[in-house]
């Protein structure tokens, strides 16, 4: 029996390898979509209500009309996992994409025009040791030239396929080995192309405002657990001067939770890595989703 993963694309369910798409779709054409990424951890699904809360509101701010409502997704995506379940390790991590663009392109290219919008719901697998590694060691980032695209330009706020911005800043980081940390047009600590950041200043947690960044559905609960541990959470805009006096860094993002970072740009924070807020938020989040990577650690 084959082992690919069932994937749902306009209205129909097929094995991964059988799903095509036309390469006049607006998607691949201009980037002209919007998407989220939901954990499966041991297959649940964790979160799904916000991450497909977040699409609605990315579908009006890019008045995209899929034609059939949120539960209507949400059900398809259900009955989308009892067709995979089996194929699904019951200790697993798997990364559920919900991808959605205008649909076909016209020859006259007016968006108004294109569609109906084309709907790709699908499983990947993620990379558990690798995954395993960076929340032992903490990753290393790195201040990039590229800066984020300001919310006037394009809402950060709002989960766009359009990702050359982060894909740039991406590759400016590979080439010094790191992952990147983007700053805004003022000189703000901005994000990561794929994840939050946060510091830690003498116990209080400090993120840069959502108006600012994505909406994260993992910093909302980060900031949710620290509600619980009674660890307190600014968000406020701050500077590398301000990242420099900090004792801890961590990224978020769905999948992996929380990400320490063992360095920015040569700027180590002062306690050791995970520090001690890290590590608490990491533990809430293996309390949360069942999931702990560290049994994933190879020698
Ligand atoms: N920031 C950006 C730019 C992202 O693309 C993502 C996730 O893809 C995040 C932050 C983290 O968001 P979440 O916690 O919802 O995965």
């Not at 663009?101 to 290219?109: A, E, F, K, L």
């Not at 950060?156 to 740039?168: D, G, P």
């Not at 559905?217 to 541990?229: P, Q």
Request: hydrophobic fraction near 40%; aromatic fraction near 10%; proline fraction near 6%.
């Amino acid at each position: 029996m084959s082992q690919e993963l069932y994937c749902y694309l306009n209205g129909k369910i097929v094995r991964e390898g059988e799903a095509a798409l036309s390469p006049f779709d607006r998607g691949f054409l201009w980037g002209d979509g919007v998407y989220e990424i939901t954990p499966c951890f041991n297959r649940r699904l964790y979160r799904l209500k916000d991450h497909l809360d977040r699409l609605y509101r990315s579908f009006r701010y890019v008045r995209i009309d899929l034609g059939i409502g949120q539960e209507e997704v949400e059900k398809l995506t259900l009955d989308l996992l009892q067709m995979n379940l089996p194929l699904l390790a019951e200790e697993s991590v798997y990364r559920v994409g919900h991808w959605v663009t205008r649909g076909m392109d016209t020859p006259s290219m007016v968006a108004r025009a294109a569609g109906p919008p084309t709907l790709f719901i699908f499983w990947r697998p993620v990379a558990v040791e690798a995954a395993a590694r960076s929340l032992a060691e903490g990753v290393k980032l790195a201040i990039v030239p590229t800066r984020r695209v300001p919310p006037q330009c394009l809402e950060t706020r709002a989960k766009v396929t359009s990702k050359l911005n982060q894909i740039l800043a991406e590759l400016e980081a590979d080439a010094v080995d790191s992952l990147s940390l983007m700053l805004d047009i003022h000189g703000n600590v901005s994000e990561n192309s794929i994840a939050n950041f946060f510091i830690v200043k003498k116990g209080v947690l400090w993120t840069p405002p959502a108006q600012n960044v994505l909406e994260g559905i993992t910093r909302k609960v980060v900031f949710e657990l620290s509600s619980r541990l009674r660890i307190s959470v600014e968000e406020q805009h701050f500077s590398l001067y301000d990242l420099a006096q900090s004792d801890e860094f961590f990224l978020t993002s769905s999948v992996t939770c929380v990400t320490p970072v063992r360095e920015v740009h040569g700027i180590r924070p002062s306690s050791p890595v995970p520090g001690p807020v890290t590590k608490r938020l990491m533990a809430a989040f293996v309390d949360e989703t069942g999931f702990d990577f560290r049994k994933y650690l190879s020698d």
